[in-house]
């Protein structure tokens, strides 16, 4: 799948150098966001254990399995961690699975880490044999399409109050975002375009000027 080299939305690109991503080494495409991390310029860290997040000027929670991902998460005492780094104005980026484990609701099952408000049905696109890729079109990754991958992906069922709706696919929504935090029922990290999580690394740096003025706002009132 990482077979096109277009000439993706330069609007994106922007220098990421000075940001630290965490990309929680539970389960699952671990080393393919570590990798497009570093493709846009920033440091990936790897991070099995809780108590290194903190480091972290974003997060990416991967595709994989999401019981597998949710059970190690709570043994570890990840989901504490996790919701503490969301209600910080820190970023996370959870794809697949991972969009499956910050859903504060899950068709028949209890929720696992619930900090963003939508409803997500597991496994809705069919099983492993029915994974495709399609050509969206994402208006907040640019005007080209992109490549999405289907690995037996989530829907996101709902979108309630305060969480916008970023890409449908056949009327049913597949990437959203509230505030900080950003969902996708597909994998951005299979193929070479870079916009997601350049788009992600946006918010980063948003939030990362955010917290260094009001840090200079405040040394100047004091
Ligand atoms: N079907 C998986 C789950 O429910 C998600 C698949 C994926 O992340 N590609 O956890």
Redesign the pocket.
Same mark, same amino acid.
């Given at each position: 799948m990482k077979d096109n080299a277009r000439d993706y939305g330069k609007t994106l690109e922007r220098d990421f150098s000075g940001l630290k991503i965490a990309v929680l080494a539970l389960q &699952?495409a671990v080393s393919e966001h570590m990798d497009c991390v570093g493709r846009c310029g920033a440091r990936a860290l790897h991070v099995r254990r809780p108590g290194l997040l903190h480091e972290a000027d974003g997060l990416i929670i991967p &595709? &994989?399995?999401?019981?597998t991902i949710g059970r190690l998460s709570r043994l570890f005492g990840f989901r504490e961690e996790i919701s503490a780094f969301a209600a910080a104005g820190k970023p996370i980026l959870g794809t697949?699975?991972g969009a499956?484990l910050l859903a504060q609701r899950v068709e028949g099952q209890d929720p696992i880490i619930p900090i963003m408000n939508i409803t997500v049905q597991?496994?809705a696109f069919g099983r492993q044999r029915e994974s495709f890729e399609t050509e969206l079109d994402i208006p907040a990754l640019g005007a080209e399409p992109f490549c999405a991958v289907f690995?037996?992906?989530?829907l996101i069922k709902e979108a309630a109050e305060g969480v916008e709706v970023l890409a449908t696919y056949n009327t049913g929504i597949i990437f959203v975002r509230e505030k900080n935090l950003l969902a996708t029922a597909f994998?951005p990290e299979l193929t070479d375009d870079l916009r997601m999580h350049q788009y992600f690394m946006g918010i980063a740096l948003e939030h990362q000027h955010s917290v260094t003025s009001s840090l200079n706002g405040h040394q100047a009132s004091a």
């Open positions: &699952g &595709g &994989g399995e999401s019981t697949c699975a499956i597991r496994n690995i037996r992906a989530p994998h």
